[in-house]
């Protein structure tokens, strides 16, 4: 008898305790990031209308196809081409394999310019470059196609990135040169550390003020330099394990405050003082990151599987989905995320609830 | 004979191939463009073949890079190699394998240590990058410690008899830009003058030579090209940029005299990569 008063007695404390626990260790869940989708559109059958009082033109390429849409979700125009094509949100043109002079047209679809320089034509933002001939040599024209300056080599160019204060260029030979706005090498190192010196990503700060690349084949290595004077000091570097001979994603924050990197089998990210590093693991070639507030989107492509990661700064992977496309893109604008496969382009909204 | 001297001469009279052929080998005369011809407003560090083919190592090294032409929208560059393979080989040499067809690019090249036997198939070669006409593979050799492009030809195989040279055309422009058709006008003012032919298309001479009365003044060579500052240049005299080289699509330098009051004899030689040449000259009053 006085066995069951026991047990009873514990049961009751037990059920006592958990209520208790329930009721002062429930703890409000925090707010986590969602994707919301917003439209789709196929390129392929919507026809494309003039742009809307107001709304900002947001370009897309995806295979032989390329264009501009805006956020609500209007195709205003299309263009598809047998060759090639460069487009960004303030240019657009194609051009063929033969290309020696090619006229070039705003989003709006009026006519911008010539480029008379043979090559491949590249527009990064509002900046227009053309890979000559011979694949060492790179020439960034004027606003109306003319020639602005021209970089003429003999080691073939293997990694190249702009920003408003000029451009870096890496080569074969493992050498980085930075090329100002006005076209004058104003600084030239080799990060090296392996044994076969191969520049196979770079990137230049958008203030201007760091240079990184990912270098070098067996022993490949990340370096993070900071320009000193005509000297570029490196502040932060790493070596990043297996050689892989594919050409490297390099990209700055906005901010300059980040910086990523692709590697094989990895992304790193490292702020800018070196002071903070991380990695993550990513399946195949980064090919595009873009940023979103607090958030960066990376598109990566294994084949014909492309896989877009959602990290949350500084390095916390937030989730990933993958589909399989013949191409693809992915675009950020305000809390938005668009993403084009094939023929498609989905808007997705980002929210915090 | 002393057995000394057989050796020497043996390799003398064979030629030495420090590379194999990148494709399917093809005569001498065959090839799409030249080192050093004017492709696209530049001078061409390329030789480019003229017939599709597997392309393959020149000799054994390490794949350094592969640069691909991108149909996404992605953070890199177009190259106007289209697809390429950079191979690093021995004494600081790069060979360079462009304008290879993306769909048969080797995956398997890069899966491995990366190293690579003389005859490895990368690819065929394909439409990938910037081309004209028949344009093939894009051939290069890069000597990377003297920061020059190698004319490939100097160390690859040759066969059979090269293009003909023609020395037509023949014009003197001065400091000051103003031109003299030599066949129409041989008394001309005393100074510095550059001497053009008229260029073929496909033809390059190795060398040009200029001289004035049977004396070498200028000899420019198509063995290497450099870089001198922002600039691709052929060296001779000087160093000879894109511009003066091939002032229009026409013309093509062949050296720098300066001609002096008198009679003089302009003698013009080409020579191409076996030595054979041809030449011409003309008798010229300066005033």
């Known amino acids: ?304 599987t492309y896989t877009v990661y959602a990290i949350e700064k500084f390095d916390t992977l937030c989730g990933s989905f993958s589909f399989d496309a013949r191409s693809a893109f992915i675009r950020t604008e305000g809390n938005n995320l668009f993403v084009g496969k094939d023929t498609t382009v989905s808007r997705i909204t980002l929210e915090k609830k | 004979m002393k057995k000394s001297l057989i050796l020497p001469l043996l390799f003398a009279t064979v030629p030495l191939a420090a590379f194999d052929w990148p494709q399917e080998e093809i005569m001498s005369d065959s090839f799409y463009s030249y080192f050093g011809q004017l492709r696209g407003g530049t ?48 004494d600081n040499l790069l060979t360079v394998y462009g304008n290879i067809d993306g769909e048969t690019l080797s995956k398997t090249i890069y899966n491995t240590s990366g190293t690579v036997k003389t005859g490895t198939v990368f690819g065929s070669s394909g439409n990938s990058g910037w081309q004209q006409g028949r344009s093939s593979l894009e051939f290069q050799v890069v000597d990377t410690k003297n920061n020059t492009a190698i004319n490939p030809r100097v160390l690859m195989p040759r066969i059979g008899e090269e293009l003909p040279l023609t020395l037509t055309g023949i014009t003197l422009e001065s400091k000051t830009g103003t031109r003299y058709d030599l066949l129409v006008q041989r008394t001309i003012p005393s100074g510095l003058y550059r001497v053009y032919r008229q260029r073929q298309p496909v033809a390059i001479p190795y060398r040009s030579r200029v001289t004035i009365n049977g004396i070498i003044i200028d000899t420019i060579a198509y063995d290497q090209l ?7 240049c052929a060296a001779g005299l000087r160093y000879y940029s894109k511009d003066v080289l091939y002032p229009d699509d026409r013309l093509q330098l062949l050296g720098e005299v300066t001609l002096t009051p008198g009679k003089n004899t302009l003698g013009m030689t080409l020579a191409d990569i076996l030595g054979k040449e041809t030449t011409s000259a003309y008798s010229l009053i300066i005033y």
Not at chain 1, 295 to 302: I, R
């Open chain 2, 43 to 90: 001078i061409s560090t390329s030789l480019i073949f003229a017939d599709p083919s597997d392309v393959k190592a020149a000799d054994d090294g390490k794949v350094i890079a592969v640069i691909s032409e991108y149909d996404d929208d992605s953070c890199f560059f177009p190259s106007s190699f289209g697809n390429a393979v950079i191979v690093a080989h021995n």
């Open chain 2, 226 to 232: 450099i870089r001198e500052g922002n600039t691709v």
């Open chain 1, 1 to 304: 008898m006085k066995t069951k008063k026991s047990i009873a007695f514990y049961v009751f404390l037990s059920i006592l305790f958990c209520i208790a626990y329930i009721i002062f260790a429930a703890r409000p869940l925090t707010t986590e990031y969602q994707f919301v989708p917003q439209w789709k559109i196929d390129t392929s059958t919507q026809a494309p209308s003039p742009l809307s009082p107001g709304a900002v033109p947001l370009y897309f390429h995806l295979g032989q196809t390329a264009g501009y849409f805006t956020e609500d979700g209007q195709l205003v125009s299309i263009s598809t081409f047998p060759f090639k094509a460069t487009i960004s949100d303030s240019y657009f043109t194609s051009y063929t394999a033969d290309n020696s002079s090619v006229d070039f047209y705003h989003a709006d679809g009026s006519r911008a310019g010539t480029i008379t320089e043979s090559g491949f034509p590249f527009f990064d933002e509002d900046r227009i470059f053309v890979f000559l001939p011979g694949g060492s040599s790179v020439v960034q024209c004027n606003p109306d196609g003319s020639k602005k300056w021209q970089y003429g080599g003999t080691v073939p160019i293997t990694a190249f990135d702009s920003s408003k204060n000029g451009c870096v260029v890496g080569f074969a030979d493992g050498t980085v040169r930075e090329i100002s706005a006005d076209g004058k090498i104003v600084r030239e190192f080799v990060p090296g550390g392996s044994d076969y010196s191969v520049i196979l990503g770079a990137a230049l700060s958008p203030d201007g003020s760091y240079i990184a690349t990912v270098s070098g084949q067996d022993r490949q290595r990340f370096v993070l330099a900071k320009k000193d004077g005509t000297h570029a000091k490196i502040v932060f570097h790493e070596f990043v394990g297996q050689s892989d001979p594919h050409q490297r994603l390099v990209q700055f924050s906005r901010d300059s405050s980040i910086i990523w990197y692709n590697f094989n089998g990895g992304l790193g990210i490292v702020d800018s003082e070196g002071k903070k590093h991380s990695h993550i693991p990513v399946r195949g070639q980064a090919l595009s990151l873009q940023e979103a507030g607090n958030m960066v989107f990376l598109l990566t492509k294994e084949n014909t």
